[in-house]
Nanobody
Framework: QVQLVESGGGLVQAGGSLRLSCAASGRTFSTYRMGWFRQAPGKEREFVAA????????YYTDSVKGRFTISSDNAKNTVYLQMNSLKPEDTAVYYCAAGATMTNIDYWGKGTLVTVSS
């Protein structure tokens, strides 16, 4: 059974940092792209960041460039999202995703809530 399990969300003040983790299991993800999406209250889910599981090229939405960093630890089958300089507008449920591309997602996690207070 394929699972993506997110953790690391929580409440943080503006300007603070959080690191989200996504533990992947149930299959080999070496040919997949791994990514993070988020959904704020009343808004559609949006792309945040992505990278090839076995690569180093990273992709970010403009609003998080320079503040968020996606990375992976292949030995732990885990993908991370380091979030710095958090803003209230970063408040959302953050989802881990795996797919051939970030517009063709095969697997989703259940999400972890990030709340940034002003």
């Amino acid at each position: 059974q394929v699972q993506l399990v997110e953790s690391g969300g929580g409440l943080v003040q503006a300007g603070g940092s959080l690191r989200l983790s996504c533990a992947a299991s149930g299959r080999t993800f070496s040919t997949y792209r791994m990514g993070w999406f988020r959904q704020a209250p009343g808004k559609e889910r949006e792309f945040v960041a992505a990278m090839p599981w076995s690569g180093i090229t990273t992709y970010y939405t403009d609003s998080v460039k320079g503040r968020f960093t996606i990375s992976s630890d292949n030995a732990k089958n885990t993908v991370y999202l380091q979030m710095n300089s958090l803003k209230p507008e970063d408040t959302a449920v953050y989802y881990c995703a795996a797919g051939a591309t970030m517009t063709n997602i095969d697997y989703w996690g259940k999400g972890t809530l990030v709340t940034v207070s002003s």
